[in-house]
């Protein structure tokens, strides 16, 4: 049974930052490649980072590419998405999803945690 889980949304001022941390377990972490998503009130949930199982190189969308940072610890079977000036259009419920290696289908989410960025 694999359970993806993520933590660290809330409240915070726009030109802030803010941390989320994903876990997944079930397996070796290792074979996991790792995505956030987010979905604003009344649109689509889109993919903003991915981090490849074997060190393969990370995907950033374009709207968060310069400020956001995607990271893994394998030994603490956690990644984490680092948001660095965040502003109102970051406002969104953010999921991690887990795909096993590279099926290429996101099999694997979390509940999603809430981010909202004010003026």
């Known amino acids: 049974q694999v359970q993806v889980e993520e933590s660290g949304g809330g409240l915070v001022q726009a030109g802030d930052s803010l941390r989320l941390s994903c876990t997944a377990s079930g397996r070796t972490f290792s074979d996991y490649t790792m995505g956030w998503f987010r979905q604003a009130p009344g649109k689509e949930r889109d993919v903003i980072a991915a981090?490849?199982?074997?060190?393969?190189?990370?995907y950033y969308a374009d709207s968060v590419k310069g400020r956001f940072r995607l990271s893994r610890d394998n030994a603490k079977n956690t990644v984490y998405l680092q948001m660095n000036n965040l502003s109102p259009m970051d406002t969104a419920v953010y999921y991690c999803?887990?795909?096993?290696?590279?099926?290429?289908?996101?099999?694997?989410w979390g509940q999603g945690t809430q981010v909202t960025v004010s003026l």
């Open positions: 981090i490849h199982w074997n060190d393969g190189p990370t």
């Open positions: 999803a887990a795909q096993i290696r590279d099926t290429g289908r996101y099999d694997y």
